[in-house]
């Protein structure tokens, strides 16, 4: 066993065992960990060739992101969770339920959509006007939101839960539509900015000078691209619409989660920076509708495996990833490239976990089995 660093809480020692076991175990080839209440961080680790200034794609970790942005535009009165998405949306599904879906159930995977379809194969072969690719260009990018937006259900809006990144994708349109500006910008002025979070943002490769690039994360080989990836979203839907949607393209560090952790317990107080109380509550309230949902308006909670929906959802191990000994209020939200936050509001604490799993292919399912056990690690010296 590799012993914990000079200085680091020995309560931690068994976490920061197993998260450099990850490494050995090809699990992952770097990972960074961040446990903290309040605002004090209790411990931060590292581990492979992750940094704590390492810059992760964060993948469907972007979706927690995108309702708070959503809820932020709530306040302001350009939106509303309750509000008919068909009137901001131009649905042209023959499917007349579609016109019965609320925002509110965009962002608790309770729409009826479809959890996920391959629709960069829509515009893989497409090209301009002009004769060049349609891949991740603004085109390729409004395409695969009209493919979305003509879908049928798979049932009725409020019915049941299935986890739907389609459904994140039409809430980054919605924003925008409201905004009147691109996704990355609106995320920029009202959220990340205003928390200090200055290392997140969508498409890095245009934001970071050339001696910045060893701070990225790769994610591996992309067979559509025909490269690697590192700074380009593993998520191929994504880098489809060039690098900027809804349900992911971020790029974050362990620091700056914590900061957006930080809003979202501050925020439950009455004293956050950008979310009011009310909005706090309903990102870390389960949804009333359906009965048994696990879904916040932009987070998860930890279920049992049988009830579970599909996707990079907490339930769908034996284990919740969450950990055996998660507080039952947590919330939280996991990313596909190997990624999770975890928070718990009433005590403060939050727990950041940043890897590429991925980058030893997408079967790669070490990670599902260590997660709980490194985040059982934590709880058990934190959450009593």
Known sequence: MTPAAVGEDPRFREAADLLDGGVREEAYAAAALLVGRGDEVLFERSAGYGRAASLFDIASLTKPLTAALFLVLSQEGHLSPDGVAAEVLPFTSPDPRTRE???????????????????????????????????????????????????????????????????????????????????DRLLAEKVTAPLGMRETRYLPLAAISECETGQLIPTGWSELRQREKAGEVD???????????????LFSTAGDLFRFAREIARAGKGEGRVLSRPSAARMTTRVAKPPGCPRTLGFDTPTPPDS?????????????????????????????????????????????????????????????????????????????
């Not at 939050?350 to 799993?357: D, K, Q």
């Open 101 to 183: 879906i609320r925002f509110a159930h965009l962002l608790s995977h309770t729409s009826g959509l479809p959890a996920w379809l391959p629709l960069y194969e829509k515009v893989m072969a497409a090209e301009t006007a002009e004769g060049r690719p349609l891949l991740g260009t603004a085109e390729g990018h409004d395409r695969i939101l009209a493919e979305v937006l003509s879908l049928p259900l798979s049932r009725d809006p409020g019915a049941g839960w299935e986890y739907s990144d389609l459904g994140y994708m039409l809430l980054g349109r919605a924003i925008e539509v409201a905004g009147f500006r691109s996704l």
């Open 235 to 249: 998520d191929e839907n994504a880098a489809a619409m060039g690098g900027v949607a809804g349900h992911a393209g």
């Open 308 to 384: 579970s929906p599909k996707g990079d959802s907490p339930g769908n191990t034996p284990r919740s990833q969450a950990g055996a000994l998660a507080p039952a209020d947590v919330v939280g939200h996991l990313g596909y490239t190997g990624c999770s936050l975890w928070i718990d509001p009433g005590r403060e604490i939050s727990v950041i976990l940043l890897t590429n799993r991925v980058v030893f292919g997408s079967a790669n399912r070490k990670l599902s089995a260590l997660r709980p056990r490194i985040h059982d690690a934590v709880w058990k010296e934190i959450a009593g």
